[in-house]
């Protein structure tokens, strides 16, 4: 067994429960609100969802500390030498909308980095996992990313990234641009070879984006912020200066790109 194997199947089985919940909601028209501060709408199955798993994780792991972004922010977390981020539900507004694209995010950083990841998504019966000493795996199988050049490329990004300012050269590159509500799961199918390359240049929120990164970098894509420094996890902000996620070759030429 790797170093890392406990706590995987720990966040696995809490995914699944994280699943179970969520479709007991799931196309009834869930009670949801605006969070206000341009932070996004909520519904009571993401609360439903976050007690669910703060009572299992932290009840087995008592001593880890908690990011999640359902909860209230607890400073104790960055004292801890290894911290759960979860995302309830990522992709919010598709589970809303009661579209299928949604997930459940949950990692284990220790210190800086992440050593333990699960993306869920329960309507499609999608898991994809991995941890630091081990592979990138969906469904229990092993992923990998492709890695062509940038003409042509299949990127899960957002339409404003179109815009000349975001480019050395003025104007967006001629790849494919397609857009998926879980940017969980955007880092997923990057890993997994669906799609060639996620990219943000927006601060990401650690609990979007830990588990996703942890999956593409173990599947062999190259992962960094928006300025190709490696990222790191539980800080005071719980933030990432966006990302690019892609096969080394794709990943340095979106870096070279951009402005």
Same mark, same amino acid.
């Given at each position: 067994m790797r170093a890392h194997d406990d706590d995987l199947d720990l966040l696995t089985r809490a995914a699944r429960q994280a699943g179970r919940i969520a479709m007991g909601f799931w196309r009834r028209d869930p009670v949801a609100w605006d969070k206000g501060g341009g932070? =996004?709408?909520?519904?009571?199955?993401?609360? !439903?969802?976050? #007690? /669910?798993?703060?009572?299992?994780?932290?009840?087995?792991r008592p001593d880890y500390g908690w990011l999640s972004e359902e909860s209230e922010a607890d400073p104790a977390r960055l004292d801890a030498q290894r911290c759960f981020i979860v995302d309830p539900i990522d992709g919010t507004r598709a589970f809303i909308d009661g579209q299928d694209g949604f997930s459940h995010s949950l990692a284990i950083a220790d210190g800086s980095?992440?050593?333990?990841?699960?993306?869920?998504?329960?309507?499609?019966?999608?898991?994809?996992?991995?941890?630091?000493?081990?592979?990138?795996?969906?469904?229990?199988?092993?992923?990998?990313?492709?890695?062509?050049?940038?003409? =042509?490329?299949?990127?899960?990004?957002?339409? !404003?990234?179109? #815009? /000349?300012?975001?480019?050395?050269?003025?104007?967006?590159?001629?790849?494919?641009?397609?857009?998926?509500?879980?940017?969980?799961?955007?880092?997923?199918?990057?890993?997994?070879?669906?799609?060639?390359?996620?990219?943000?240049?927006?601060?990401a929120w650690e609990w979007d984006i830990a588990a996703g990164s942890l999956i593409a970098e173990r599947a062999g894509a190259r992962v960094t912020d928006r300025r190709g420094k490696p990222m790191q996890f539980n800080s005071p902000r719980a933030q990432v200066d966006g990302l690019i996620v892609a096969g080394p070759n794709l990943h340095g030429q979106l870096l070279a790109a951009l402005a």
């Open positions: 932070a =996004g709408p909520v519904t009571e199955a993401d609360l !439903a969802v976050n #007690e /669910a798993m703060l009572s299992l994780l932290t009840g087995e980095r992440i050593i333990a990841a699960v993306v869920h998504l329960p309507v499609l019966d999608l898991t994809y996992t991995a941890t630091a000493d081990g592979p990138a795996l969906l469904n229990g199988q092993p992923i990998a990313p492709t890695d062509p050049d940038i003409d =042509g490329a299949g990127v899960l990004t957002y339409r !404003a990234i179109s #815009e /000349a300012q975001y480019w050395r050269s003025g104007v967006m590159p001629p790849f494919k641009r397609e857009f998926r509500s879980s940017l969980a799961w955007r880092l997923s199918l990057a890993a997994e070879g669906r799609f060639d390359a996620a990219l943000s240049l927006r601060a």
